[in-house]
């Protein structure tokens, strides 16, 4: 590629090209380099070959890090702020009962732009090459269990019971994503009030899993 070759807008690639001569921004260079992190491996995550991806010069890059290591912190923090951060704040979120308190954690997983799950296993998968990151995987593994737990005792289990049902609802949730299971959404929500009884530990409200439901519709979720 060379300067002249338009460049795809990274946040919406249906959109038109950018201009001919038009600067990469900073967010172009995080989306190509998460892009290549989740699809090749972090080894892939280079500098030249981000740049040629981008259609621009390789010292463009110098513009927004410092080097390839400043880039890889960046892509650290985006996965933190974003799969973390959000899913804390969704199981803080004020809701009337358990069960509906539940379907917000459960937002997190259905709904990609909310917890991106293809960038938490690129991450973890980078840090079984990287022992230094295993202990920011753990800690935040750590903070979004206690969220889990927090929402139950938030809702009157005791502490040992909200613990042990925190712990089971994350762990279960990765896992499904780790066989990396297909199902249609259909099938899915089909299990949601067995799934429900089980995390809870009594009948779910109804009224928590029709909004979840419509949830799923309003924002065309398969």
């Not at 921004?25 to 989306?31: H, M, Y």
């Amino acid at each position: 590629m060379n300067r002249d070759t338009p460049l795809l807008d990274r946040n919406n690639p249906d959109k038109e090209p950018l201009g001919g001569h038009t600067k990469v921004t900073r967010d172009d260079w995080l989306n190509i380099a998460r892009d290549i992190l989740v699809n090749d491996g972090v080894a892939e995550v280079k500098v030249l070959k981000l740049a040629e991806l981008l259609g621009v010069s390789r010292s463009s890059f110098y513009w927004y890090f410092t080097n390839r290591k400043d880039l890889l912190n960046a892509l650290l923090d985006e996965w933190s702020n974003r799969n973390t951060a959000r899913l804390v704040a969704h199981c803080q979120r004020d809701t009337k009962n358990i069960s509906a308190a539940l379907c917000n954690f459960f937002q997190c997983f259905v709904n990609p732009a909310i917890f991106d799950t293809r960038l938490d296993f690129a991450v973890r998968e980078w840090a079984r090459r990287d022992p230094g990151l295993r202990a920011r995987i753990d800690d935040a593994d750590d903070t979004r269990i206690a969220a889990a737990v927090a929402m139950y005792a938030r809702h009157g289990y005791g502490a040992v019971d909200a613990d042990a049902r925190g712990r089971i609802l994350y762990f279960m949730q990765l896992g499904y994503h780790a066989l990396k299971k297909s199902e249609p959404m259909e099938e899915r929500m089909s299990r949601m009030v067995p799934y429900m009884r089980g995390f809870l530990g009594q009948e779910p409200d109804p009224g928590a899993i029709a909004d979840f439901f419509a949830y799923i519709t309003d924002n065309d979720l398969r």
